[in-house]
Each structure stands twice: as C-alpha cells, then as structure tokens.
C-alpha cells in the first residue's frame, strides 16, 4: 500500500528522487509520509478531506509571508482525480518534535515555561490578525458563524451519538449544549482565520532550546472564532497553562467562556468523526467518557 502512495508522488514528480520514506502513524486524517528525511507528504485518507486539503493549500500560500512561525510550504502537491491516494501535498519537514503535555510539564523553569506560551500567543496574534473580510475577499472562504456550527453540531450529536448514550450522557450533553448557545457568550465574537486544530500534536519545539520550531496541519483552518484555538491550549495542556496564555492575548479574558465550552465538545466531535468515517479508534475514544 504504502509504495502506491510513493509511486504516484514519483508518477506526478519524475524528477524527484526517493530514496527513502517511511509511514508517520500520528495522522487521523491523512497518510502521512516522510520523504528521505526531508520531506512531509500528506494524502486525504478520506473524500471529505481532499476539498479540504485543497483549501489548506491555499491558506498556507496566503499567510506564510504573514507569520513569522514556521509553518508548512506545500512546494509539492497534486489535485487530479479527487480521490484519495491520488490527492497530496508535500513540503519540506520542520524540525522538531511534538509538545505533549508532559514535555511541557517537564520544564521545570518558569520563565522558559512563559517563553513557550508567548510564542504560542504571538502566534495566534498573528494569525487572527487577519480578518474576516481581508480574507473573505482574497481567499474567498466561507464564514464559519460559531452558534451555527454549534447548533448543526448538537444535532449531528443527538442524531448519531446518542443511541450509544446512556440517558445521564444525553441530559447532560443536552443542558450543556442549550444553555450556552441561549446565552450571550456568542454576541460579540470577532469572525477572524484560525488554526483550528491547535493543540499538542500540531505544535513542534525543540526539547533542547524549549523553543517552538513550527506550527503544521492547518486542515482545520479558516474562518472562525479564535476562542477556538485557545480550547485546543487547554484540552492540550491544562488549566494553568491555558490561564497563562490568555493573560498573554488582548482582551483574553472575553474569551474564555466560549474556550470552555468548545473544549468540551472535542471529544463528541472526536466520537462524530469516527462514526462518519467508519473510524471505530476515534468512535471509541471520543465517547468512552459518557458511558
């Protein structure tokens, strides 16, 4: 399987030589390949995944004069056929390796520990500085309204989670869901790009300098509530060190409702994932808390 991926890299590329590559298993999404040590190739595992990926290509094209982080520059990539194992992007590797949350608690000075979250928030300065309408007009990417996509989202819950749900879960699930989208959190939320997918797996630093190297998968990037990524800072790392990246971002603390329930959505979301997808490892893992 794996030498059909890289034969078709050589059939659209025959001028790129492939000495060596490897499957990296950390991907939901994608296959994701590792090219003689230099370079990331990444392939939709799914058809829903390759509009998406398409549009992640043209995201990263657009920002990557406008963030100073490393973050991936798709060099390489093939959209004919629009079936997975053709579809592909490829870009050279970023060096490091993914901050778990126990790397993170590993750190044992508090002014490196303060480093790391200023650079997560310089970070997301950056790039929710780009606003809705500079890239509605240029990228032409479709508003993601937050109380909307929370409303679909309860219903594709209540559709196809519940019936593995116990009748605690559901009345749980639903007072959660109903009382925040009646609330005021969504009144005043600034529609700006985001990551979307901003938690450990996706944040790369270099153990020896406690310093973040990079920044990659942006499938879940566009258009969004920023209150989004801080969810994945906390689902990632924990209440203390979340607090502190807030304290960091301006006008944080208007956030933070919104970041908290996001944050527990993740793993519903997780759960939707592996019932659409036919991923019985993501059903599992996403619903094994409200059994």
Sequence with gaps: MKNSFI????????NLPIEQFYLNEIGQNNDVFIVNESLVFRFPKYKNGILQLKRETEILNYIKDIISTPIPNPIYHSFEGLEPGKVFTGYNLIAGVPLWKESLKGIKNYELV????????????????????????????KVRNPRIEMYNLYDRIQKKLFPYFGKDAQEEITYTFETFLKGEAFSKVDITLIHGDFGASNILWNPETSRISGIIDFGGSGLGDPAYDFAGILSSYGRDFFDMCIS??????????????????FPLQEALHGIENDDKEAFESGIKDFR
């Design 7 to 14: 034969e078709h890299i050589q059939k659209v590329y025959p």
């Design 248 to 265: 960091l971002y301006p006008n944080g603390d208007q956030l933070s409702e919104r970041v908290k329930f996001y944050k527990r959505t």
């Design 114 to 141: 303060k480093g790391v979250a200023k650079q997560f928030v310089s970070f997301l300065i950056e790039l929710h500085a780009i606003s809705e309408e500079k890239v509605s007009r240029d990228l032409k990417l």
